[in-house]
């Protein structure tokens, strides 16, 4: 059982690789065709490269059938069969897979390291620092790492450098699913509960100041993917008898990206020099859902690895089984989207237009 488990030592051999090439191609330069110099990452574990491997934790993905399609059929770390949509979006943008911050060797260079891009991103993270307090880096506790990648830049490289290398480079947000879902597991005290609008707004609250905070170290492009219809995940439709969607679940995601729509813009008359793209998970995935065949897919309610009713009561641990089918099921695990579904969301929100994504696509974002 425990090779089934030692993915770790792999995914560092192959981040050390990519560290090498970029050493090789000279410290100032870019990687390969890159459109921009490099891609931090915040989020939850839609977008987790492994920093929870790196985190005493029950929130994991480092062991089979998760990478079953990820190069070496590895687990990494990743929610995913393959690759994420922080994959997805780095390829898009000619950059390396940004590394986890908890996997950074501590005597590498880390200018270097750091130069490249770097994902504090963690299955579980909320936007608050109570969702899954204790199980996974929350966002402030994300943005806290990213200051010290910060001091390290401008210490090294000088503050004007720093800013220059960090106002082009993209920072990708991927956050707020795991609040709202532990918002709707929690309905059993409904007198004693905020309603829907108002805990949107505490959230919405919350994360412009988690955004300022990121703009105030350097931060300029923002690539911020908002929440899915989370109502219609495998886990939340196991929960309703007819196997329909949770409609609170995806009320919220509705609200969430509402919110999130106008506190970006009202950020950006703030603070003038910040540019963003918005892009809208949720409208784009009921797409596919709704016309599963227009989109190549066949299996848009049951997850592919799982156990139970839909694949859902359990989630994918080694012992559940797995469909061959992956590439026409929308869902991967209880919570997660497949491979297929994340470069399909990826390649709307990079080259896409409204009403999907907006006020520009991350082509766009990066261009300027
Ligand atoms: C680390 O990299 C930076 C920039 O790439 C370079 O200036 C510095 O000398 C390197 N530090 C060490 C200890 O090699
Ligand atoms: C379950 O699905 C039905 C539609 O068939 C919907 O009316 C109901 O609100 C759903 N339950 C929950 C908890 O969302």
């Not at 110099?37 to 939850?44: E, N, Q, S």
């Amino acid at each position: 059982m425990a090779s089934l488990f030692s993915s770790r030592g792999v995914v560092s051999f192959v981040l050390l690789l990519g560290w090498w090439g970029f050493h090789l191609m000279g410290y100032n330069c870019c990687y390969g065709e890159g459109m921009v110099p490099a891609m931090y990452v915040f989020g939850d574990s839609l977008a987790d490269v492994g920093n929870n491997n790196h985190l005493e934790t029950l929130l994991k993905a480092d062991f089979p059938h998760n990478g079953i399609d990820y190069p070496g059929h590895k687990a990494t770390g990743r929610f995913s069969n393959g690759k994420n949509s922080a994959d997805f979006l780095a390829e898009k943008l000619g950059v390396p897979s940004s590394p986890p911050y908890l996997s950074i060797p501590s005597n590498s260079n880390k200018t270097d390291v750091f130069m490249n891009g770097v994902s504090f991103a963690s299955g579980g993270a909320g936007i608050l620092d109570s969702t899954n307090s204790g199980q996974c880096l929350t966002l402030n506790k994300q943005i806290d790492y990213y200051s010290t990648v910060y001091g390290t830049l401008v210490q090294q490289l000088g503050s004007a450098q720093a800013q220059e290398h960090l106002s082009k480079s993209i920072f990708a947000v991927i956050i707020g699913s795991n609040d709202m879902l532990n918002y709707v597991k929690s309905s059993s005290s409904k007198n004693l509960k905020s309603t829907p609008q108002q805990f949107v707004d505490s959230l919405i609250s919350s994360l412009q100041g988690q955004l300022k905070r990121i703009y105030n170290l350097g931060a300029r492009k923002f690539a911020f993917i908002g929440t899915g219809p989370i109502g219609c995940c495998p886990s939340l439709r196991h929960q309703n008898k007819t196997g329909d969607c949770n409609v609170e679940a995806n009320y919220l995601s509705v609200l969430y990206n509402k919110g999130a729509t106008s506190m970006l813009q009202e950020l950006k008359s703030q603070l003038g020099d910040m540019s963003y793209s918005f892009f809208d998970t949720s409208s784009a995935l009921l797409l596919y859902i709704q016309k599963p065949a227009s989109y190549g897919f066949a299996e848009v309610k049951a997850a592919c690895c799982g156990l139970g009713d839909l694949n859902a009561k359990i989630a994918c641990i080694p012992i559940s089984t797995y469909c061959s089918n992956r590439k026409d099921h929308i869902f991967w695990d209880f919570y997660h989207p497949t491979e297929t579904t994340a470069g399909m969301l990826v390649n709307t929100a990079f080259d896409g237009a409204q009403p999907f994504v907006y006020p520009m696509n991350i082509r766009q974002l990066s261009a300027l």
